[in-house]
T-cell receptor, first 115, second 114 residues
Framework: AQSVTQLGSHVSVSEGALVLLRCNYSSSVPPYLFWYVQYPNQGLQLLLKYTTGATLVKGINGFEAEFKKSETSFHLTKPSAHMSDAAEYFCAVSDNGGSQGNLIFGKGTKLSVKP | DGGITQSPKYLFRKEGQNVTLSCEQNLNHDAMYWYRQDPGQGLRLIYYSQIVNDFQKGDIAEGYSVSREKKESFPLTVTSAQKNPTAFYLC?????????????FGPGTRLLVL
C-alpha cells in the first residue's frame, strides 16, 4: 500500500529565506507524486506534479520539487520565501495499484513566513 | 469560467439530522471525489465515482452516502450514523482516472454540529 510522510507539521522561515518542505513516500509501483497548496478556508490548488521524465519538476509561484527514487523523496523547495507563501502544503501519491488514481495525502505542513 | 462549486460554505447539523453537501463541476470531468479534512490529519477519501450511476467507497465511507445521477453533480449526504461529522469537506474532480491525472478541488464546505 502506498503512503506519504511529511516531516514537520509546522515550518517557519524568514521572508527571502529558502523554503524546504519534506515529503517521503512509500510505493510498490512507480509513483506519481503531487504537491498541493491550501490557503485558509479554501480548497487545494496544484503546485506541481511528477509523472515520468525529468525528475526536477517546476511548478507555479517559483516552487520546484525533485523526485529521488533512491531516497523515496519528493521535497518541495523555493529559493526565496514571500509572505504570500504562508499556507498549508500537502504532498500526495497516486494510488495506481488499481485503476482509480485515487490520491493518498500526507498530513500537511503549515508554512509560516516571518517578515 | 470552468470549475467546481460547493455549497453551502458553512452548514450546521442538529443531532439525528441528515444533511446534504452539494458539489457541481462544469469541467466535463468523468471522475469525482469527496474528501474529509480534519486538522493535522490531511485529507481522507470518503467516496469516489468514475462514471454516472456508479461509485465506490473510500477509506472512511461509514456514515456517509452519495449519488451520481448526472456527470456534473456528486452530492454527499452526512447521515445521523456519522457520530463525528464536524470537519471541512472537499470535493474534487479529474478526467477519467489515470493515476497521473490532476484532481481539481472545490472551495470546500465546513460542517458544524449544533
Amino acid at each position: 500500500a502506498q503512503s506519504v510522510t511529511q516531516l514537520g507539521s509546522h515550518v517557519s522561515v524568514s521572508e527571502g529565506a529558502l523554503v524546504l518542505l519534506r515529503c517521503n513516500y512509500s510505493s510498490s509501483v512507480p509513483p506519481y507524486l503531487f504537491w498541493y497548496v491550501q490557503y485558509p478556508n479554501q480548497g487545494l490548488q496544484l503546485l506541481l506534479k511528477y509523472t515520468t521524465g525529468a525528475t526536477l519538476v517546476k511548478g507555479i509561484n517559483g516552487f520546484e520539487a525533485e523526485f529521488k527514487k533512491s531516497e523515496t523523496s519528493f521535497h518541495l523547495t523555493k529559493p526565496s520565501a514571500h509572505m504570500s507563501d504562508a499556507a498549508e502544503y500537502f504532498c500526495a501519491v497516486s494510488d495506481n495499484g488499481g485503476s482509480q488514481g485515487n490520491l493518498i495525502f500526507g498530513k500537511g505542513t503549515k508554512l509560516s513566513v516571518k517578515p | 469560467d470552468g470549475g467546481i462549486t460547493q455549497s453551502p460554505k458553512y452548514l450546521f447539523r442538529k443531532e439525528g439530522q441528515n444533511v446534504t453537501l452539494s458539489c457541481e463541476q462544469n469541467l466535463n470531468h468523468d471522475a469525482m471525489y469527496w474528501y474529509r479534512q480534519d486538522p493535522g490529519q490531511g485529507l481522507r477519501l470518503i467516496y469516489y465515482s468514475q462514471i454516472v450511476n456508479d461509485f465506490q467507497k473510500g477509506d472512511i465511507a461509514e456514515g456517509y452516502s452519495v449519488s451520481r445521477e448526472k456527470k456534473e453533480s456528486f452530492p454527499l449526504t452526512v447521515t445521523s450514523a456519522q457520530k463525528n461529522p464536524t470537519a471541512f469537506y472537499l470535493c474534487a474532480s479529474s478526467t477519467l482516472s489515470g493515476a497521473q491525472e490532476t484532481q481539481y478541488f472545490g472551495p470546500g464546505t465546513r460542517l458544524l454540529v449544533l
